[in-house]
């Protein structure tokens, strides 16, 4: 059973047009992350939250936003698209410290 | 900042063989987190096995298993008894606290 959720597995929007992608958990893990993974590199954190509190990494652009309205959610909107934002977005969550993340199937973005 | 270096972009080996995947990170810190991911095209980031920076012991899961040189900051993977299914993109991963960090990855490709 699916543990981490995202939806849709593939989004296209339009350029500049608002778009947000959805993260749900089982798993009633406290912190939750957002990253973005272009084509052929590694997955770079944009934002996480432990607990309520939201944490931005410093180099996530302004365009991004996130929301946790509750345990289980976590959304990611992107405010204006733009071509470079095309991209894998992949959530994950985690419970203790010491525990690894686990991630979703992640949703893939392209802009037209 | 941390940063985590896979050197090889790609490997190959022939099934049932033994392949290692280097991965060598800087910090300056004692105490950390260390992990292999594995991501198959268009499939799920999964984890592999971690490693405790305070631990000594090489961390093993079934064929895989770890050489943690700490001192080196090293932390390859050696996959034994390859298999078509280990066929994927491998990521080395540090974290600390919320400080989490991939590497570029390597894509292995397991011949028969």
């Known amino acids: 059973d699916a543990m981490v959720i995202q939806n849709p597995r593939y989004q296209v929007t339009q350029f500049g047009k608002p778009v947000t992608l959805s993260c749900s958990q089982t798993?009633?893990?406290?912190?939750m992350y957002w990253y973005q993974q272009k084509s052929s590199q590694a997955p770079k954190l944009l934002f996480h939250?432990?607990?309520?509190?939201?944490?931005n990494e410093a180099d996530t652009p302004d365009n991004f936003q996130s929301r946790r309205p509750n345990t289980s959610f976590c959304f990611l909107d992107i405010r204006s698209p733009g071509l470079g934002d095309a991209a894998m977005y992949l959530c994950?969550?985690?419970?203790?410290?010491?525990?690894?993340?686990?991630f979703g199937d992640g949703t893939r973005l392209s802009i037209l | 900042a941390q940063t985590v270096t896979q050197s090889q972009p790609e490997m190959s080996v022939q099934e049932a063989e033994t392949v290692t995947l280097s991965c060598t990170y800087d910090?300056?810190?004692?105490?950390?987190?260390l992990f292999w991911y594995k991501q198959p095209p268009s499939r799920q980031m999964i984890l592999v096995i971690r490693?405790?920076?305070?631990?000594?012991q090489n961390a093993t899961e079934n064929r895989f298993s770890v050489n943690f040189q700490k001192a080196a900051k090293s932390f390859s993977l050696k996959i034994s008894d390859s298999q078509l299914g280990d066929a994927a993109m491998y990521f080395c991963?540090?974290?600390?606290?919320?400080?989490?960090?991939f590497g570029a990855g390597t894509r292995l490709t397991v011949k028969p």
């Open positions: 939250y432990y607990d309520k509190d939201f944490n």
């Open positions: 798993l009633n893990h406290n912190v």
């Open positions: 490693q405790e920076a305070y631990k000594q």
């Open positions: 994950a969550t985690r419970s203790q410290p010491n525990q690894p993340q686990h």
């Open positions: 991963a540090y974290r600390r606290g919320e400080d989490m960090r």
């Open positions: 910090t300056s810190e004692s105490d950390y987190y």
